[in-house]
């Protein structure tokens, strides 16, 4: 079965199951447009021997440029729905994740609310459901960015593809995915853990030489490894954010790189600052703190995690000493 039937599929049968209408690559009206640009450009001339007038031809066939048959539609097209695919999975994992999280009071409102989740077996569905969602968009947007390419001899969609990363509506960069596969195996240490195996058996958290990166083979062969070594301290990462940009570091390292106080937070950084990777700035500002990836490296790690624990106490304390004693000093005006 190709590609494009097997998406519409799946997407039919997840409608179904969300009792709900849920956005969509509309990938069959995609590869029409290409198909029509295609017979657009394609030179008329019979098939035989090659000759040097025929090779001019196709080459003039190929699209160096911009096209103007179907760029201005197919690119913006594909951006309003990788923008509403990706929207849609952030707010219901978002959703699912405080679901799980919640504590107290808010934990018993939250479960009243949504009375559909009545046991960790069917987060744990909902949680696989959303995985898929996101990787199979991901495949799904992979594959008509290379069949553009193909039609047109060019590289516009791959350029596409890191404009799509700076604009945040690159799912897989979506701090909510690395979240959900944090979630997935921290409900496998719970009772239900062999209902949480015979849904997502192919992700695991593997350590090389110290290092942890959690690992996970999903939809069409794709594999997902999300490294979490920080990449400022160079070691495991301890109290994870992720930057609107998608990089996770530890985030008293982020706090550091934004030249904030851990008491100011990542909320009072400059837009100026940049990612200490991708060097894009305004990323501090809207961090996401990654708890359940925060959960599993401590259950994973604890005799590190001990150690590290102790050690950014110390550190936390003598930050916060040195911001009130020069808020004093300047208050005071010493």
Known sequence: MKFTKRYETYMRGIRRTAEQELPAVGLKRLKKML??????????????????????DAAAARCTGHCSVCDGSFFPSLLDEMSAVVGCFNEKA?????????????????WFSNRCHKNHGQLIQQGKDLVTYAIINAVAMRKILKKYDKVHYSKQGQEFKAQAQSLHIEILQSPWLSE?????????????????????????????????????????????????????????????VSLSCGHIFCYLCCCSAASVTIVDGLKSADHRSKCPLCRQAGVFPDAVHLDELN?????????????????????RVRLAKEHWESQCRAFLGV
């Open 295 to 315: 959960m599993l490296l401590s259950y994973s790690c604890p005799e590190y995690w001990e150690k590290r624990m102790q050690m950014e106490r110390v550190e």
């Open 35 to 56: 198909k029509k640009c295609r017979s657009h450009r394609t030179p008329h001339h019979k098939t035989g021997a090659s000759s040097p007038s025929s090779s001019s």
């Open 94 to 110: 978002k959703k699912l994740l405080e679901l799980h999280l919640a504590s107290g009071f808010k934990k018993y409102v939250m």
């Open 180 to 240: 959900l596969m944090a979630f997935y195996m921290n409900l496998r240490r719970s009772k239900n853990n062999e209902a949480a195996m015979e849904l997502f058996g192919d992700c695991s958290l593997t350590f090389d030489d110290d290092q942890p990166t959690l690992s996970c083979n999903l939809f069409d062969s794709m594999r997902v490894d999300i490294s979490l070594t920080c990449s400022i301290c160079l070691d495991p990462m301890f109290d994870p």
